[in-house]
């Protein structure tokens, strides 16, 4: 009597407890995936991040399902398959790319991205090994057809919702980019810094010589474009300039109604921006947003981000001049 009180008062849930639980991660995993993810109710850093918390408590009880593993040691496996698979993808793009690969092979477009700071969703990983463990239980009563029709549709839409859970999102991978937050089109000019200058507190001031005519943009509200001279895209990683980025980097600002204005950083790691889908793209220290005040444009920098009025002349910029250099813009207008 006394074990059977100590068993019964573990944390580990009951089958029909456990169901309960896995139906609600799915449901969090496709109301995430397909109606929170992009529309701007939730930072894109959190509906991320809910994708892995909930993906880890579907996966490794939908892979069991799959493999018809009912004994404790089979279904361990699937567990640790799981958790193996998602920890090398968040580690290594190589193991990301390698997993898009042969998912391709299926027919089934996928996209998956490294971040090691997603690793935080292994916190859920001991509820998901006590839920595999309890449904994988022997039932205690012969399963009705209603209820093999219900665990069917469940396996198939958990099945569709953990390969719905990467879409190929579009966006950037970048250090800094500029967004028209603006309610009108705006045409942005953009001079690059030319490699090498330094841009410290105690290094020498800038000049007219450090700059050339980089980019045009004709830029409608809420587009987004990198001003990272090292951005490559998030669907496709080997699309962009890449290369290493700069400690100290620079660009200066031309539009209509915004004196002249320099954009430098120094140090900052890129980070994922996605193409805003629906609404405002969130704000971000990596961002400079452009703001109209009656005829006057802002541009107001951030805390990575430096801003100042440019105090030497620049020539005119002649965008027919400009080769395209191909950067693509985002937006819910972008073309």
């Not at 490794?60 to 193996?84: E, F």
């Not at 057809?145 to 859970?165: E, K, N, Q």
């Not at 045409?187 to 000049?207: H, M, N, S, Y």
Request: hydrophobic share 45%; net charge neutral.
């Amino acid at each position: 009597m006394t074990e059977d009180r100590a068993h019964t008062g573990t944390l580990t849930p009951t089958p029909r407890q456990a169901g309960t639980i896995w139906c609600t991660a799915l449901v969090v995993l496709v109301i995430n995936d397909h109606l929170l993810k992009g529309a701007g109710y939730l930072p894109s850093w959190l509906t991320g991040k809910l994708s892995d918390f909930a993906g880890l408590i579907v996966a490794p009880v939908l892979l069991a399902t799959l493999v018809r593993a009912r004994k404790p040691v089979p279904r361990g496996i699937c567990l640790g398959v799981i958790v193996a698979l998602f920890a090398a993808v968040k580690l290594s793009p190589e193991a990301a790319r390698a997993v898009e690969h042969v998912v391709a092979l299926l027919g089934i477009p996928w996209r998956i991205w490294s971040d090691p700071t997603d690793l935080v969703a292994l916190a859920v990983i001991p509820l998901a090994e006590r839920m595999n463990a309890a449904l994988g239980a022997p039932a205690a009563f012969k399963p009705t057809a209603a209820m093999r029709l219900r665990r069917a549709v469940a396996v198939a839409a958990g099945s569709i919702a953990c390969l719905a859970t990467s879409y190929a999102e579009t966006g950037f991978m970048t250090a800094a980019f500029l967004v028209n937050t603006t309610s009108s089109a705006l045409d942005v000019q953009l001079f690059e810094a030319r490699v090498g200058i330094d841009c410290t507190p105690v290094g020498p001031p800038l000049t007219a010589a450090d700059f050339a005519p980089a980019h045009c943009h004709h830029l409608e509200p809420q587009q987004i474009v990198p001003l990272d001279r090292n951005w490559t895209t998030i669907e496709d990683p080997d699309k962009g300039p890449a290369g290493p980025s700069l400690a100290c980097d620079a660009v200066i600002l031309r539009t209509d109604g915004l004196p002249d204005t320099l954009i430098f950083w120094r140090n900052i790691r890129q980070v994922r921006v996605p193409a805003p889908a629906t609404s405002e793209v969130d704000v971000s220290d990596h961002g400079i947003y452009l703001e109209r005040a009656g005829n006057r444009i802002y541009a107001a920098g951030t805390r990575l981000l430096l801003t100042q009025t440019v105090p030497f002349a620049l020539p005119p910029f002649d965008c027919k001049s400009i080769k395209d250099a191909g950067i693509p813009r985002l937006g819910t207008d972008a073309q």
